[in-house]
């Protein structure tokens, strides 16, 4: 394993399960000190054990994205624990679908667009003013969905207009900020090995059975295929990568 990361401060929001541990697991093992948050202390934890068992460094914190005081104090907290914010993936997010436009709950819009679109500007927010305020800026990856900019399906009208909306303003944000030595770029996976990606009732099975129809690929991505996407916009190899939005599907949206 290399360890481009070796010295880095990295930021994983949504880091208790899925992509956002699979995430923070990664940049660990390539050196990087990971601060995890979420809302929950407890899969944080975890997620921090998981890590210190490799031999890595991780802290948690719990927060709440949709609160800009809980995101400015997650910055503080970070840089506290390692001295700085090097690079930072903003991966919380919800899923709600399942009723056509007209039937569409509206809490379900407002919890919607209250995490997965508030909560990354928020956090965008936070990390840009601490990453312009460092000689070495710093990058950002959002993550995104396949389901939005890039494809759409029906019954997730809400969650398909928040991810668009996260790869517009990714695209934005990055245009803004680059001069200021800040990178920032976002993934959009398709279905993933996560419980995200299971319809009610389905099997990890049922699943597989079933993508081998719906992905050119036959299959879902693992949480580790993701997770080096992210690791790639994030490192110096993708040094003149701005506002891009990598789409890991298996070819779905092709």
């Known amino acids: ?8 401060s990295v930021l994983v929001t949504g880091g208790g399960s899925g992509i956002g ?10 050196g990087a000190s990971v601060v995890v948050a979420g809302r929950s202390a407890a899969p944080l934890d975890e997620t ?13 914190v719990t927060a709440d994205v949709t609160r800009s005081e809980d995101v400015r104090a ?18 919380a997010g919800v899923f709600r679908g399942g009723a056509p436009v007209a039937d ?10 209250d995490v997965n679109v508030t909560g990354v500007l928020f956090s965008l927010q936070a990390e840009i003013a601490r990453m312009r305020e460092q000689p070495a800026g710093g990058a950002i990856v959002n993550v995104s969905s396949n389901l939005g900019a890039h494809a759409r399906i029906p019954g997730a009208a809400g969650y398909v207009a928040t991810k668009a909306a996260v790869s517009a303003l990714t695209r934005a944000a990055a ?24 319809r009610r009732g389905e099997s990890d099975a049922d699943r597989a059975a079933r993508m081998k129809d719906e992905s050119p690929l036959g ?18 190899d993708a040094a003149s990568v701005v506002g891009t939005d990598l789409v890991i599907d298996g070819g779905v949206a092709a």
């Open 21 to 30: 541990r699979a995430v923070a697991l990664a940049f660990a093992a390539e």
């Open 175 to 198: 245009l803004d900020h680059i001069a200021e030595g800040v990178r920032i770029n976002a993934v959009s996976p398709g279905p993933s090995a996560t419980s995200m990606s299971l």
């Open 48 to 60: 921090v054990a998981l890590i210190e068992e490799e031999g890595g460094t991780a802290a948690a």
């Open 1 to 8: 394993m290399s360890a481009r990361f070796t010295g880095k």
């Open 74 to 91: 997650l910055i503080r907290s970070t840089v506290e624990h390692f001295g700085s914010l090097d690079v930072a993936v903003n991966n």
């Open 104 to 113: 569409l709950p509206e809490e379900d819009w407002r919890t919607l667009l």
């Open 219 to 236: 299959r879902v991505s693992s949480t580790a295929e993701v997770a080096a996407a992210v690791l790639y916009l994030a490192s110096s």
